[in-house]
Nanobody, 125 residues
Framework: QPVESGGGLVQAGDSLRLSCVAD????????MAWFRQAPGMERELVAA???????????DAVKGRFTISRTSRTRAFNTIYLQMSSLKPDDTALYFC?????????????????WGRGTQVTVSS
């Protein structure tokens, strides 16, 4: 199960970095992604990254402000990050890390079978 960390309370315009580790005893490399869910809203995809880190996808709302990355093959490869800059109050949500098996990359939530419990990001105006 993925485990997220790094959430917190920040002011608008600040930056924050989320981390996620998805350990797996089979040493399989997962496609991974960040989703978020604000109160009263549906869960939405924020960013996704493929198995070797060469391809990324961003939701329009975060393009140019957020960056998803993953560690190199020489380390725990199922570790991803979400660098968030120029944060806005609309970015306030519970952020989830997810891992998908058997696909190089996906932007579809139903492909992600392993989910973390989430880390709260709150941006004050």
């Amino acid at each position: 199960q993925p485990v997220e960390s790094g959430g917190g309370l920040v002011q608008a315009g600040d930056s924050l970095r989320l981390s996620c580790v998805a350990d797996d005893s089979t040493h399989e490399i997962f496609a991974m992604a960040w989703f978020r869910q604000a109160p009263g809203m549906e869960r939405e995809l924020v960013a996704a990254i493929n198995v070797d880190g060469s391809t990324t996808y961003y939701a329009d709302a975060v393009k140019g402000r957020f960056t998803i990355s993953r560690t190199s093959r020489t380390r725990a490869f199922n570790t991803i990050y979400l660098q968030m800059s120029s944060l806005k109050p609309d970015d306030t949500a519970l952020y989830f890390c997810a891992a998908a098996r058997g696909t190089p990359m996906s932007i579809m939530s139903h492909d992600y079978k392993f989910w973390g419990r989430g880390t709260q990001v709150t941006v004050s105006s």
